[in-house]
C-alpha cells in the first residue's frame, strides 16, 4: 500500500540523496510535497536545492514550499563546513526552471494535515524540526491527525557531531525538537547510532556511479564530497549517510532495530543544549515516546538504494 508522505528537509548531499530515493519509490510513498527550512544552508538554498533535485529525478508533479528561515528561539547555526557554500557542492546541477509554490511551508502542512483523513499521513524530517513544530504551535489540533514522524536526528551512543554532546539537526532548534516530543505523536527516530554504520565506503559509491544515470553520477560527486570531511573527523573506511535511513525505513523497516524508549531534549545547559536525553536501559518511569533506531544491515541497505537510483534518468 501507497503511504503518503511529507519531506521536511534542508538539502545538503544526505538529504539529498534520501529525496532521491523517495522520488524512486512511487509505488511505496505518495509525496504529497516537499518543504524547506532553514538548516545545512540558509533557507533560500535550501528551498533551491531541493527544486534542483527534484527536478534531476524528473519528478516535475512533487511541489515544493519555502518554511522556516529561522530557528524559533535560537540564531540559526549552518553547516557550510561540511556541505560546501551552495549545501550541495559537488555536482553542478543546472538552476531550476520549476518555481517554489507560493504558499507557506508550515501553511502548506496543516492545510494537507486538515485536509486528508486522520491517521494517514507520515511526515519525515531530514533536517531541524522548526517548521513542525510551529505548524504544531499555530495548529495543535494536527498533532491527532498525523499517523507518524520518521526523523533523523539525535544520538545517544554516539552522542554528538556538532558539539560533544548534540547532533546537527536537533542542535539547529532545541525548542523545535522538544515541542515535537512533547506532543503525543508516534515519533520513529533515526539517530547518528545507526547512521554511522551506513556508511558511504569506496566499494558502495563506485556500484552507485556503475548506473550509469545523471541521478547515479550526481549521488556519486555529492558524496564523494561531502565524506571528505567526515572521513578526516571519525577515521572511517566510508562516511556516515544519515537521512536516507529515514526513506529506506519506510521502505524497508525491517532492515533497522532498534526499541521504543523515551527521549527528551536538553534545551538550557550551555553545555548540553541539543542534547537528546535517551532513556535507552528503561532506567526512569517516563513513558515511551520514540523507536529509536539502534542498528542497521549497511548492506542490504545500499542495495536498496543502487536498484532505486537505478530507476530514476
Not at 524512486?24 to 545545512?40: M, R, T
Not at 519525515?124 to 533523523?152: D, F, H, Q, W
Not at 558511504?200 to 545523471?214: F, H, M, Q, V
Amino acid at each position: 500500500m501507497t503511504r503518503k508522505i511529507i519531506i521536511d528537509t534542508d538539502p545538503g548531499q544526505d538529504d539529498a540523496v534520501a529525496i532521491l530515493l523517495a522520488l524512486a519509490s512511487p509505488e511505496d510513498l505518495d509525496i504529497l510535497g516537499i518543504v524547506a527550512v532553514a538548516g545545512n544552508v540558509t533557507l533560500a538554498q535550501n528551498a533551491r536545492n531541493a527544486l534542483k533535485i527534484v527536478e534531476l529525478s524528473g519528478r516535475s508533479d512533487i511541489k515544493v514550499y519555502a518554511g522556516c528561515e529561522r530557528p524559533m528561539r535560537r540564531t540559526l547555526v549552518t553547516a557550510e563546513h561540511v556541505h560546501g557554500e551552495t549545501g550541495l557542492d559537488g555536482p553542478v546541477l543546472p538552476l531550476p526552471k520549476q518555481q517554489l509554490e507560493s504558499q507557506h511551508g508550515v501553511d502548506f502542512i496543516i492545510e494537507t494535515l486538515l485536509a486528508h483523513e486522520p491517521g494517514t499521513i507520515t511526515l519525515c524530517t531530514l533536517g531541524p524540526l522548526t517548521n513542525i513544530a510551529m505548524a504544531l504551535v499555530k495548529a495543535p489540533a494536527i498533532a491527532g491527525r498525523i499517523k507518524e514522524i520518521v526523523m533523523m536526528g539525535g544520538a545517544y551512543f554516539e552522542v554528538g557531531n556538532i558539539t560533544p554532546a548534540a547532533e546537527f539537526n536537533i542542535y539547529v532548534d532545541p525548542d523545535a525538537a522538544d515541542v515535537v516530543l512533547r506532543a503525543g505523536i508516534p515519533v520513529v527516530m533515526a539517530p547518528l547510532d545507526v547512521t554511522h554504520m551506513m556508511r558511504s565506503t569506496r566499494e558502495r559509491l563506485d556500484k552507485i556511479r556503475a548506473i550509469g544515470n545523471r541521478s547515479g553520477q550526481a549521488v556519486y560527486e555529492m558524496l564523494s564530497f561531502s565524506e571528505r570531511f567526515d572521513l578526516y573527523k571519525y577515521g572511517m573506511d566510508g562516511a556516515p549517510l544519515h537521512d536516507p535511513c529515514v526513506i529506506a525505513y519506510l521502505l524497508k523497516p525491517e532492515l533497522f532495530q532498534g526499541r521504543h524508549i523515551n527521549v527528551v531534549i536538553e534545551t538550557a545547559s550551555e553545555l548540553t543544549i541539543g542534547m537528546t536525553v535517551a532513556d535507552y536501559w528503561h532506567v526512569t518511569d517516563r513513558p515511551h515516546n520514540v523507536h529509536f533506531l539502534r542498528s542497521g544491515d549497511a548492506d542490504a541497505f545500499y542495495a536498496l538504494l543502487t536498484e532505486r537510483l537505478a530507476r530514476l534518468p
